[in-house]
């Protein structure tokens, strides 16, 4: 599966629009790890157990909306584009979302 940011793939052309695709996440962390990175805040610096968190969750946002794409045999989602939002304390929701499309390769 082809991804994009951008609204068109090079090399391809876009024969058909297949609608927008999504897949997200709502993830915490356990409490434990919650209470040291607020002791981590006071000192300063990247707070590991949050940035893991959060690549793992954009990881997985990514694959299911790639699934959902696939589901429609689509050739590649254009346009990726990923958002976040806090839904409750110590939760975020991570989306990714984007537009599936048919491909047609360009000859040379």
Request: glycine fraction near 10%.
């Amino acid at each position: 599966m082809i991804v994009v940011t951008t609204d068109f793939v090079p090399g391809y052309e876009i024969v058909e629009t297949l609608g927008i695709v999504t897949g997200s996440i709502v993830n915490s962390k356990h409490l434990g790890k919650d209470i040291a990175a607020a002791f981590k805040t006071l000192a300063g610096g990247e707070i590991k157990s949050y940035t893991e968190l959060l690549v793992e969750s954009r990881n997985i946002a990514l694959k299911r909306m790639i699934d959902e794409a696939e589901k429609l045999g689509a050739d590649a989602v254009i346009g990726l584009r990923f958002g976040s939002s806090s839904v409750m304390q110590s939760a975020a929701e991570i989306l990714a979302y984007g537009t599936a499309v048919k491909l047609r390769k360009l000859s040379e």
